[in-house]
């Protein structure tokens, strides 16, 4: 903490909150049975009000946010038919399916030319075809068109899904993702760590112990990574619960994980949808801006918490800043993953509209590097114009 907390026992409508409180005021960890008062509490701008005094304590007004630009190079995926939330994946010779080139790829990050792009955020499907090779051929011609753009690529999912391929372990692959050019990892692929739950929504993807693995080998290695939750779908609360201690049990050990990011599950255009009856009926924002709060509360490791305004829209992310968000899903320029499962939001964001986002919640605007060190600083809320870079290490 950067600073005392400011928490108004009178904004705790919920006796259940007081003892929680407390404990935030006496800087002592939050147990799961903490962590189920605040999921279940009935007040839930009292749960963010704790979280909004954590992250003022730590951040002030200061929302962060990168100019990145996705890249989706493949939608080809072995798990099409067994990951039942995904509307993205294509098989092989199925309609839709694709596969960037070299020059594709290159044409495509090619959109940073001009602009404040300063990462290329790459994911995509666990295509057979695109190995190793494809991969580090890809960064290298990455590095030497933009050698000024961070590359974060490649979920744990994908890492493993190469070194499986390979036949090599996931040390390796990623030693020779990093020397290609690598910087850092999305926390893509956690989805949900139960076990259970993962038989249900996704039974041949990579387990939970397996995904923090790959990232703790990453973080052994130097390479950052964020790491996810998909939540909304069939999991319980306490499956929530397990899975952000997972998440923390692996920053204390290494403190290698940037930021949490949670993730909304869209129902739409997928067989998990179908057969929860709720195509077109995504998560409410009341369990959008708890799930953000607990994030904040139970990860007492974690410097950031972001919001991804793709699933959860502008909106909501921007009441999110008062609900612990400190970060925000930034330019993205165009992103296809989260639109083929129903969002409804712009594919990219321009740099005036994040910043009208931000002010409108009545925060400060900072542009910061894929890890978290600042960029640039701007006016606050009825300031004036642009202010000049803040010469601050780490936000």
């Known amino acids: ?76 995926c072995v798990l099409r038919t067994t990951c039942a939330f995904c509307g993205y994946a294509r098989l ?19 959109r940073a030319d001009g602009t404040i792009t300063r ?20 960064f290298r011609a990455l590095k030497a068109r933009h050698p000024q753009v961070h590359i974060k690529a490649l979920t744990a999912v994908e890492i493993a899904h190469i070194a499986r391929i390979e036949k090599m372990s996931h ?34 993807k990579l387990g939970g112990a397996e995904y923090i693995e790959v990232h703790r080998t990453a ?12 939540y909304g779908h069939v999991e319980s609360l306490e499956d929530r619960l397990d899975h952000l201690a997972m998440l923390r049990d692996l920053q204390d050990d290494t403190g290698g994980f ?31 801006l708890r799930t953000l709060a607990v994030g904040r509360l139970f990860l007492d490791n974690f410097q950031h918490v972001k919001s991804h305004w793709i699933m959860v829209t502008p909106a909501l992310t921007q009441l999110a800043l008062h609900f612990g968000v400190n970060d925000i899903e930034g330019t993205v320029v165009r992103e296809k993953i989260y639109h083929a499962v129903g969002a409804r939001t712009p594919q990219g ?15 400060r605007p900072v542009e910061r590097d894929a ?18 870079a803040a010469a601050l290490a780490g936000a």
């Open 1 to 76: 903490m950067t600073a005392s907390l400011a928490i108004d026992p009178a904004r705790l409508r919920d006796p259940a909150l007081r003892p929680v409180a407390d404990k935030l005021q006496r800087g002592e960890r939050l147990d799961r049975a903490d962590g189920l008062r605040l999921f279940r509490s009935p007040d839930l701008l009292g749960v963010g009000h704790l979280a909004d005094a954590v992250n003022r304590a730590r951040h002030g007004d200061r929302v962060t946010f990168a100019a990145n630009q996705h890249i989706n190079p493949t939608n080809i």
């Open 92 to 110: 092989p010779k199925e309609a839709g399916a694709y596969r960037y080139g070299l020059d594709q790829v290159l044409a495509e990050s090619d």
């Open 119 to 138: 990462e290329f955020h790459i994911v995509g499907g666990l295509d057979m075809q695109a190995g190793l090779a494809y991969y580090t051929e890809m």
């Open 171 to 204: 040390e390796a692959v990623l030693l020779a993702l990093r020397e290609a050019g690598l910087d850092t990892l999305p926390g893509g692929g956690a989805e949900t760590f139960s076990a259970a739950v993962r038989a249900q929504i996704a039974g041949k």
């Open 219 to 230: 973080h052994r290695l130097g390479i950052r990574s964020n790491c996810t939750m998909l």
């Open 258 to 288: 940037l930021a949490f990011i949670p993730l909304a599950y869209h129902p739409d255009d997928n067989a998990l949808g179908a057969q929860l009856g709720r195509q077109g009926t995504s998560t409410t924002g009341y369990d959008d």
């Open 349 to 363: 964001m321009a740099l005036d509209d994040l910043l009208r986002l931000i002010r409108g919640a009545g925060k």
């Open 371 to 388: 890890l978290y060190r600042v960029v640039r600083e701007f006016d606050g809320p009825g300031e004036g114009s642009e202010a000049p």
